[in-house]
């Protein structure tokens, strides 16, 4: 089953091999992972898309709370929580494509961010699933290039990952 | 503007020293290159712990984890950046399986050189961190203090393990003051100590209520020294204990109660027990492949499983356990024996049929060997070893056959005793192994039982035997095979024996003599028990012992690879 671990981590060099060492010295599968800072500059947060049986998810958040610089270790899908993924796409935008572009973006709630001459760059967001939808409704001959963030997840209501 | 410097600033390397001091570190095992001249100048100047030159970067880890394993302390090498780092890379792998606490300090090129491919550059912190519990790269002399607090601190706490802390040669160099932290907090890092009481509570019921309890312990109980806590328990409860491997000693083998190791190569007793008990508690021992080969052939009969152990990742994670209790050993036990005390459990019926059950696998003598063919038996070797050192030395040992046979034939009666590579099963660790517990113990006996294959692994250790006068005992079990290679290929591969033998090897006694030892070649059973007597009546020199062996034996029992616990192939099968 797919599952979006969230983790804080010491904002320190390194530590993200520390974790993409692990899941590939261990063969866990890692669909997506996004790091960044998060308010406290000492704290990374970072958000890891996985899959695998109940044991194996098991082990990953037990080896991942087992590395030093790991602060805390959040099974989203222990509860209810909230995905969004960031994707930019370039189509093209020409004759009727320019039309047909302009039409799919404002279905899929999405924003022009560059046009140009042929071209338009589609910046849209939410869930994998939502991303994939807008990817298979264009004409495959449209797109020019794609560029996603991997998935972000926080848990809904006061469920907070916090130190 | 040059910086004004504070008369009671010292350098990088001299706090390195004085950070040792602090930790009370008596011996750093060591081999000096370019990045680390710094360390080994201020080594020069100091008088607090002794260097140990060994004669390849990996036996200084090795010996220094011996150290560890002796004496419960970290144990501490120093080697320089590039090709010294990574010598000691088996080393740390080898520490790191075994959860052994070792400070491992390694030179690194200037900060300014990093990531240039500068002479003798390696990315230590990059090639270790699968090997490692953590690793730590320096880059300003301001945080080495802290970060030797960090590494010792996290090298003996929770599960322990091996800490690399990688150090630029500039940085050995500049100028700070020597604060030594009293303590140290990190919010990412807090082992549990204590077990939790309600799971302890059921676990207590759970063995007094079996019809067929069995203890399993590991290397958690000598690393926790919880030796005497899981004796108590054993003793009040009255019930069978198993050691594995690294677990040899935690309980006295020549008590009643024991019924030998299990495993690959564990008693047919013992083996019998753990497939056929009702309740089985595990205590620092993690389910590994060549303690529970099969897992499904395990699962096919029906036990409880109570498991003990400080890292939670150990459990549930090959063999599924009902009632886990995270802590450390010593806790646990020592709550689990003030429940038991409470209810001054008597021997019920069913735990005495349990009991005759067990006495009839242990009369199949299993480890009984035909020891009449005129040639040396290596068990033979070993018994005789047990008996001359009366069960009391320290044995250490490589991997192969001889591993086993020491495991099987020296009774270990106390924790601690019992050195060798369990998790990664690394050759030629014997000999630096040795080295450690002798520094560690100068002293006792110290034997290192090893192979041809083995000992050649690291036999320049030798010359380090020689320049620090260790009385060490090898017992070199020499049957011109890698012999559990060998075994493998009889029983696995038609007899091919491919790339097997020993062939061109040195004469071991002039090998032994060139270094300044005494040799000895033992080809005679009868002269066995008399050789070994004179040599540990040597008790200043370094004896290496060449026993000339039976080539065809083989260890039994043996569980092939697959197999289930009790799918054993004893020697009488054959």
Redesign the interface.
């Known amino acids: 089953m797919r599952h979006i671990v969230s983790l804080l981590m010491e904002n320190e060099a390194g530590a993200l091999s520390r974790v993409a060492g692990l899941f590939s010295a261990r063969g866990y599968n890692i669909e997506s992972l996004t790091v960044a800072p998060t308010e406290d500059p000492t704290l990374s947060r970072m958000t890891i898309v996985t899959s695998g049986s109940d044991d194996v998810i098991e082990q990953i958040i037990k080896q991942l709370n087992k590395l030093v610089d790991v602060v805390k270790v959040l099974d989203l899908n222990d509860g209810k929580f909230i995905e969004r993924e960031l994707m930019l796409v370039k189509v093209k935008a020409t004759g009727a494509f320019r039309e047909e572009m302009k039409r799919m973006c404002d279905i899929f709630r999405g924003r022009i961010i560059d046009v140009a001459d042929g071209t338009f760059t589609i910046e849209l967001t939410g869930s994998g699933h939502k991303l994939d939808a807008f990817i298979e409704g264009l004409d495959n001959t449209a797109i020019l290039e794609t560029v996603r963030t991997g998935a972000s997840g926080i848990g809904r209501g006061d469920r907070i990952l916090k130190v | 503007m040059a910086e004004t410097t504070h008369p009671q600033q010292i350098t990088g390397a001299e706090i390195v020293i004085r950070c040792l001091e602090q930790e009370n570190v008596k011996f750093v095992f060591g081999y000096p290159g370019g990045a680390v001249l710094h360390i080994y100048d201020a080594i020069y100047k100091q008088g607090h712990f002794k260097h140990i030159l060994v004669r390849h970067e990996q036996a200084a880890v090795h010996a220094a984890d011996a150290f560890s394993r002796t004496t419960g302390e970290v144990g501490v090498a120093l080697v320089t950046s590039g090709p010294g780092a990574t010598n000691a890379i088996t080393g740390i792998a080898t520490a790191y399986m075994d959860s052994i606490p070792l400070v491992v300090i390694s030179g690194q090129v200037p900060v300014p050189a990093i990531g240039l491919d500068a002479f003798q550059e390696v990315d230590m912190?990059?090639v270790t961190?699968?090997c490692v519990?953590?690793n730590f790269?320096v880059k300003d002399v301001k945080d080495i203090a802290i970060t030797l607090k960090k590494a010792f601190y996290?090298a003996k706490t929770g599960r322990p393990g091996p800490v690399v802390v990688d150090i630029p040669k500039d940085i050995t160099a500049h100028l700070a003051d020597f604060v030594y932290p009293e303590s140290v907090e990190?919010?990412?890092?807090n082992p549990v100590t204590k077990g939790h009481s309600g799971q302890i509570k059921k676990a207590v019921k759970l063995l007094l209520e079996a019809k067929r309890p069995m203890v399993y312990t590991g290397g958690g109980v000598v690393l926790g020294d919880a030796s005497e806590l899981l004796v108590k328990l054993v003793k009040a409860l009255g019930v069978p204990v198993t050691n594995t491997l690294m677990g040899l000693g935690g309980f006295p083998s020549t008590d009643k109660q024991f019924l030998g190791m299990l495993g690959m190569h564990g008693t047919y007793e013992a083996n019998m027990a753990m497939q056929d008990c009702d309740v089985l508690l595990a205590v620092g021992a993690r389910f590994d492949d060549r303690v529970i080969g099969n897992t499904d052939h395990f699962y096919s009969k029906d036990r409880t499983i109570i498991h003990v152990d400080i890292?939670?990742?150990s459990i549930?994670?090959r063999v599924?356990v009902h009632v886990p209790i995270v802590g450390d050993v010593k806790s646990v036990l020592a709550e689990m024996n003030e429940l038991v005390a409470l209810e001054k459990p008597t021997q019920s019926p069913a735990l005495k049929a349990w009991w005759t059950q067990i006495e009839s696998w242990r009369g199949k003598l299993c480890l009984d060997y035909n020891n009449n063919n005129g040639l040396i038996k290596p068990q033979y070797v070993i018994e005789k070893l047990w008996e001359v050192t009366k069960g009391d030395a320290y044995v250490t040992s490589d991997v192969g056959q001889h591993q086993m046979w020491a495991a099987q034939y020296y009774k270990f009666d106390k924790p601690r005793r019992w050195i060798n590579s369990g998790g990664l099963g690394t050759m030629g660790v014997g000999l630096p192994y040795a080295m450690g517990c002798q520094f560690a113990d100068p002293t006792a006996q110290v034997a290192c039982v090893t192979g041809e294959g083995s000992i050649q692994m690291n036999i320049q250790e030798l010359s380090t035997c020689k320049q620090y006068s260790l009385p060490i005992k090898v017992i070199l079990l020499n049957n011109r095979y890698l012999g559990m290679v060998r075994q493998w290929q009889e029983f696995f591969y038609e007899n091919r024996y491919s790339e097997s033998y020993m062939d061109s090897l040195p004469d071991f006694v002039k090998l032994a003599e060139s270094y300044g030892h005494v040799g000895m070649q033992i080809t005679k059973p009868e002269d066995v028990e008399g050789a070994l007597k004179e040599a540990f009546d040597m008790k200043s020199r370094f004896v290496f012992m060449d026993f000339i062996t039976d080539q065809k034996e083989n260890v039994f029992p043996m569980i092939p690879n697959g197999k289930g616990l009790s799918e054993m192939i004893l020697a009488e099968d054959l």
């Open positions: 912190v990059g961190r699968p519990k953590h790269l996290i990190m919010r990412s890092y890292d939670p990742s549930s994670k599924k």
